[in-house]
Nanobody
């Protein structure tokens, strides 16, 4: 199983980025997908998750109304659209897969490598 996250970069506060996570080696449509992040010196935290059918979506309070998670099963890809970025969103962002997942905030079977997001003031 491989989860390849990309799309990170440097953006000014108030700007937008879209992260993508391409999955291979698994039946993508059977997996709930999640995004997590880890800022320097902090523990990894939940950001957003979407269930395997796409019917249940959960967000961390800190990103509600600014971030949107979505999935394209035809492309085996999950996305994280990040708008109105703040400096505190600076972190390495990771995607994760949870078989038959219903949008879990903490139970995942597979993890990808991270993509770095830096938001400047």
């Amino acid at each position: 199983v491989q989860l390849q996250a990309f799309g990170g970069g440097l953006v000014q506060a108030g700007g937008s980025l879209r992260l993508s996570c391409a999955a291979s080696g698994l039946t993508f449509s059977n997996y709930g997908m999640g995004w997590f992040r880890q800022a320097p010196g902090k523990e990894r935290e939940f950001v957003a998750a979407i269930s395997w059918k796409g019917r249940t979506i959960n967000y961390a309070d800190s990103v509600k109304g600014r971030f949107t998670i979505s999935r394209d099963n035809a492309k085996n890809t999950v996305y994280l659209q990040m708008n109105s970025l703040k400096t505190e969103d600076t972190a390495v962002y990771y995607c994760a897969a949870d078989q038959w997942g219903l949008g879990s905030k903490n139970k995942y079977d597979y993890w990808g490598q991270g993509t770095k997001v830096t938001v400047s003031s």
